[in-house]
C-alpha cells in the first residue's frame, strides 16, 4: 500500500473517531489539513436551529470567535455554500475567481485577518433540514489547491457523510452511547462497529491494539478477518446473521 493511501486510511479512521468521541474533532480536522495541504480546516454543520464549527488546532477559534460568527452567519457565505454541489470537492476560485473574492467585504473584513482566501471545499450533506461543509484553507497569496489535492479531500467526502449520519444518529436515538462505549473501554474490551457493508466504521483503542498485535484478528478499512479462514467464514456468517437480525442498519 503507498504511503498516500496509509495517510487516507490513517485520516478516515480520525473521521470515524471523531463522530463517536466529539472532543477528537481538531486532531481529525488537522489530519485532513495535513492530508489536503492547507494552512488550516473547517468543519461546520449547518441546522433548522444552530450553525456549529469545528477546526483544526492550528485555528485559534477564542481569538477569532467573533469573526467566525460572523462568518458562518453571513448572507454572503450562505449563497457561496448553497452553490457547491453535494458530495464533489470544488475550489472556491472555481465559484467565484479571486480577483472578485479579494474585492469582497466578505473576505477583506473577515477571511483575511484569519489566514483564509483559497479553499477546497466539499459539502459531504445536505437534507431538508441543513448540511455540513468541509473546507481546507490557505492564505489568497499562495497556490491555489490543485487536482492531487481536491483527489484527497474527495477520497474523505463519502466517509465524512457516513460519519456525520454516525454522529447526529447517536445524538438523537442513543443520547447514551457515548457513555455505553467509555463503558465498554473501562472494562478493557475491544469493539469494532461495521457499517452496512460489514466495513469497520469504529475501533476502540482496545481493538487496535488487538489488531495491531497480528495475533488473529485482521481488519483493515474493507473488513475484518481472522488469520484462519475457517474461522473467517464463521465470522463473516456470524456478521450477516446479525445484520439480518437488526434489519439491515448503517452501522
Known amino acids: ?26 486532531h481529525c480536522l488537522d489530519s485532513v489539513r495535513d492530508l489536503v495541504g492547507g494552512s488550516h480546516a473547517v468543519f461546520t454543520t449547518t441546522t433548522d436551529d444552530r450553525v456549529q464549527l469545528s477546526t483544526c488546532s492550528r485555528m485559534d477559534v477564542l481569538q477569532h470567535g467573533d469573526r467566525c460568527d460572523q462568518i458562518l452567519h453571513s448572507d454572503f457565505w450562505a449563497e457561496q455554500m448553497r452553490r457547491f454541489p453535494t458530495g ?13 473574492y479579494e474585492q469582497t467585504d466578505f473576505y477583506q473584513q473577515l477571511i483575511r485577518p484569519i489566514g483564509g482566501g483559497l479553499a477546497a471545499v466539499a459539502v459531504p450533506w445536505r437534507g431538508p433540514s441543513g448540511w455540513s461543509a468541509i473546507r481546507v484553507c490557505r492564505p489568497l497569496d499562495e497556490r491555489d489547491f490543485g487536482a492531487e489535492e481536491l483527489n484527497r479531500l474527495q477520497a474523505l467526502v463519502p466517509h465524512l457523510a457516513k460519519a456525520g449520519k454516525l454522529n447526529r444518529r447517536l445524538a438523537s436515538v442513543d443520547p447514551c452511547a457515548t457513555g455505553a462505549l ?66 439491515g442498519p448503517d452501522t
Open 1 to 26: 500500500m503507498s504511503a498516500g493511501a496509509q495517510a487516507i486510511l490513517r485520516t478516515v479512521q480520525r473521521i470515524y473517531d471523531a463522530a463517536m468521541e466529539p472532543q477528537d474533532r481538531p
Open 88 to 100: 464533489a470537492t470544488r475550489t472556491q476560485s472555481s465559484m467565484l475567481p479571486v480577483k472578485d
Open 182 to 247: 467509555a463503558a465498554i473501554d473501562a472494562l478493557g474490551l475491544g469493539l469494532i462497529l461495521l457499517d452496512r457493508h460489514g466495513r469497520p466504521a469504529y475501533r476502540n483503542e482496545r481493538a487496535e491494539a488487538l489488531i495491531a498485535a497480528r495475533d488473529g484478528l485482521l481488519a483493515d478499512a474493507y473488513g475484518i478477518a481472522t488469520t484462519l479462514p475457517a474461522q473467517t467464514r464463521a465470522l463473516h456468517q456470524a456478521i450477516t446473521a446479525a445484520m439480518l437480525l437488526a434489519g
